[in-house]
């Protein structure tokens, strides 16, 4: 209890250097939190928005389908199985039939996806419903996004055309109205890719009840029976690629959290230091009265705790108010984050959990015992007689 006492009065006589410490401390550790609840968020956004806008509660995938491999395309499909047709009827899940083909925008040809959905379907967030209707009955009604429209200079109302080889391989070739620009933040489902009606795609490639990926409704209680024509694909798989790429940037975000660390140790570190030279006579009466070296060591390292204590206890009562509301709020990012592939928005809002606060004060801790430790080892070889003269050794 004494050495409590002694090392709080100490750490509060300090004055300004003691709330430097402190300061330095509580802003590494609230940006800490905040660098690490916006990678989360990130995380979270990203998944939240693919699963409402393209994965559902998981999909089928016909056994052949490479959404990386477009030279699978072609015998990436299969006929809808009674099963999966009841499920799709009762609203539990939507088929999506995928080709590849050419269109020539502005006489220029480029290659693109042609993706059928039903204009009915309720499973993901897709505006579909617009290609119930058009305007010029010759052409077909289809849905592009925003990143589709610019890269091909597309607007509603327009006519593009469009070649494609069914299943006989023959070449076949139409028009197809600009409908919607739709504006999404999952790239998966808008760049280099057509919508346009499932009925309609299925005649165009003489694939009549066909799909090669059906995706499943959210709230479905259980895979429907599928046959061997088809894989299950659920979220572990369909968000692995997100989660590593996320936590691959997390890795490489480390260099700036040990300099901010870093700095802040640094400055607990040099603070150590100075107190043991400027307390020498101080460290002699100690042991002159009867404390042992390691009780000063003691001292001297529960008062860099303290400085923790402090810290966290600082960096709370600013940084709490100050995280919720940029949680609330969110951060706005540049417009060039549209070109790195992720469903990520225009605005992050950070996600804080109790564990990522708890990770980080215990770290933030335990550096501070550490720092605190190191520099008072040399109190362990010192004799009461040299210190009481001003001497470290």
Request: contains cysteine; aromatic residues 8%; positive net charge.
């Amino acid at each position: 209890m004494l050495t409590l006492k002694l090392a709080f009065r100490n750490i509060t006589h300090a004055g300004l250097r003691t709330w430097l410490n402190v300061g330095v401390l509580s802003f590494a550790f609230v940006l800490i939190v905040l660098i690490e609840g916006l990678y989360d968020g990130v995380l979270q956004q990203v998944k939240d928005d693919m699963i409402d806008s393209e994965i559902g509660g998981g999909q089928l995938w016909q056994k052949e389908y490479d959404p990386y491999d477009p030279f699978t395309l072609e015998q990436s499909h299969a006929q809808v199985s009674a099963e999966l047709t009841q499920e799709i009827m009762k609203r539990n899940a939507t088929a999506v039939l995928i080709a590849s083909a050419a269109i020539f925008p502005r006489g220029h040809i480029q290659s693109a996806l042609l993706k059928g959905v039903d204009p009915d379907q309720k499973i993901v967030r897709l505006p579909a419903f617009v290609l119930r209707q058009h305007r010029q009955t010759h052409a077909i009604p289809g849905l592009i996004g925003a990143r589709m429209a610019k890269s091909t200079g597309l607007q509603i109302g327009d006519v593009v055309g469009v070649r494609w080889r069914n299943a006989h391989g023959t070449f076949d070739a139409g028009d197809i109205e600009i409908v919607q620009v739709m504006t999404t933040n999952v790239p998966s489902i808008d760049k280099d890719q057509l919508w346009i009606p499932l009925d309609t795609l299925r005649a165009m490639l003489r694939m009549p009840g066909e799909a090669t990926v059906i995706t499943l409704a959210k709230d479905i209680a259980r895979v429907p029976a599928h046959g061997p024509q088809w894989i299950v694909r659920d979220h572990a798989y369909l968000l692995k690629e997100l989660i590593e790429n996320i936590n691959k940037k997390k890795i490489s975000s480390s260099f700036m959290f040990i300099l901010l660390m870093g700095m802040a140790l640094l400055a607990v570190f040099d603070t150590q230091v100075l107190s043991i030279f400027r307390r020498r006579k101080e460290m002699g009466t100690l042991m002159a009265l009867g404390m042992t070296r390691w009780d000063v060591v003691g001292l001297f390292t529960l008062e860099g705790c303290l400085l923790g204590i402090l810290a966290f206890l600082a960096g709370s009562l600013y940084g709490i108010p100050a995280l919720a509301y940029i949680a609330a709020r969110g951060i706005t990012l540049p417009q060039m984050t549209s070109q790195i592939g992720w469903a990520i928005g225009s605005t992050v809002y950070p996600h804080y959990g109790l564990r990522l606060y708890a990770v980080t004060s215990l770290t933030l801790f335990i550096s501070v015992i550490v720092v605190s430790f190191l520099p008072t080892r040399r109190i362990s070889k010192l004799k009461p007689t040299d210190a009481l003269r001003g001497k470290l050794s």
